[in-house]
């Protein structure tokens, strides 16, 4: 290891600066491959939450916006439980490698 090289944060490659860029950000130095990943990741995400409506907009302010529960409560003006029960099963249909191939109101009713 030297001056030019860097360890990316996401594959723990050591790679050198000139041959490949890192992506520095909160999360350290990224190489190329990983910071493209971590876009694609991201936008997927954002897609499968749009998909699950209103779950889904209290899943991001619960996961990504970190909103206390209590406010999540009076902002959607549902309980507690229910507002944990919402982000479970929105975060069950938004995960995996795949999509899931039954929309959002269908996969709740099972
Ligand atoms: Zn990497």
Do not use: F
Not at 67 to 82: A, N, V
């Amino acid at each position: 290891m030297n001056d030019n090289s860097y360890t990316c944060n996401g594959c723990r490659r050591v790679l050198s600066y000139s041959d490949y860029p890192p992506v520095v950000g909160t999360e350290g130095h990224t190489c190329p491959d990983c910071s493209k990943g971590a876009k694609e990741i991201a936008a997927e995400v954002d897609w499968r939450l749009k998909q699950c409506g209103i779950d889904g907009e209290i899943t991001l302010d619960y996961h990504t916006n970190k909103l206390p529960l209590i406010q999540l409560c009076e902002k959607y003006d549902y309980s507690e439980s229910e507002i944990l029960h919402r982000v479970e099963l929105c975060v069950s249909y938004i995960e995996g490698e795949k999509r899931k191939d039954i929309p959002y109101a269908e996969w709740t009713k099972r």
